[in-house]
């Protein structure tokens, strides 16, 4: 009897080391990955943000500030700089803006313009680390009509902070909604 269980025990041992599989689990990271087909990799480093602020409130309004006051020839640096002074889905949105904008023609020959005002910053109920952030905006252009008697408009938006180490704010997410 005790043979047959010895038997049974060296070929069930012989079959999970056929499959790939051995009793004490993957013996690698690549035999982890092909067995769970994903590959165990260290967290990211955290992200670190230029000109973080010392208040959660204090990043929003000098982010958003910069945000709405931009004109055709510096817009696309402006995105930049945003960019680098903020973290996550905020850095990578602020990127994509500054490519989309560099190649724009149409905002460079027109000329335009935004300019405006944080008018409200509040916690969004709920939420520790999003904000409610109302804005008063215009647009002008020096090369054409089309923004010709546009009355400055209210915006909204959904801003996300995060505490970096050290104990300073930068944004982690930004959501124009209006």
Same mark, same amino acid.
């Given at each position: 009897? *005790?043979?047959?269980? #010895? /038997?049974?025990? %060296?070929?069930? #041992? %012989? @079959?999970?080391?056929?499959?790939?599989?051995?009793? *004490?689990?993957?013996?690698? /990271?690549?035999?982890?990955?092909?067995?769970?087909?994903?590959?165990?990799?260290?967290?990211?480093?955290?992200?670190? &943000?230029?000109?973080?602020?010392?208040? #959660?409130?204090?990043?929003?309004?000098?982010? $958003?500030? +910069?945000?709405?006051?931009?004109? !055709?020839?510096?817009?696309?640096?402006?995105?930049?700089?945003?960019? +680098?002074?903020?973290?996550?889905? +905020?850095? #990578? @949105?602020?990127?994509?803006? &500054? @490519?989309?904008?560099?190649?724009?023609?149409? %905002?460079?020959?027109?000329?335009?313009?935004?300019?405006? !005002?944080?008018? &409200?910053?509040?916690?969004?109920?709920?939420?520790?680390?999003?904000?409610?952030? $109302?804005? *008063?905006?215009?647009?002008?252009?020096?090369?054409?009509? !089309?923004?010709?008697? =546009?009355?400055? /408009?209210?915006?909204? @938006?959904?801003?996300? $902070?995060?505490? =970096?180490?050290?104990?300073?704010?930068? =944004?982690?997410?930004?959501?124009?909604?209006?």
């Amino acid at each position: 009897m *005790r043979s047959r269980r #010895a /038997a049974a025990t %060296l070929l069930c #041992a %012989l @079959a999970c080391v056929g499959c790939g599989h051995s009793a *004490r689990g993957p013996a690698s /990271a690549v035999a982890q990955a092909d067995a769970t087909h994903e590959y165990p990799s260290a967290p990211p480093p955290p992200q670190t &943000a230029a000109h973080a602020a010392p208040t #959660a409130t204090q990043a929003i309004r000098s982010f $958003v500030t +910069a945000y709405i006051n931009w004109d !055709a020839q510096t817009v696309s640096d402006d995105m930049l700089a945003l960019a +680098a002074r903020s973290i996550g889905q +905020a850095r #990578a @949105a602020m990127t994509l803006a &500054a @490519a989309e904008t560099a190649g724009d023609y149409e %905002l460079r020959r027109g000329g335009i313009a935004n300019s405006g !005002a944080v008018e &409200a910053v509040a916690p969004l109920s709920g939420s520790d680390d999003r904000y409610v952030v $109302v804005t *008063r905006e215009s647009t002008s252009a020096s090369n054409t009509t !089309a923004y010709q008697g =546009l009355r400055p /408009a209210w915006h909204v @938006a959904l801003a996300t $902070v995060h505490q =970096l180490p050290g104990g300073r704010w930068a =944004l982690s997410g930004w959501q124009p909604e209006s």
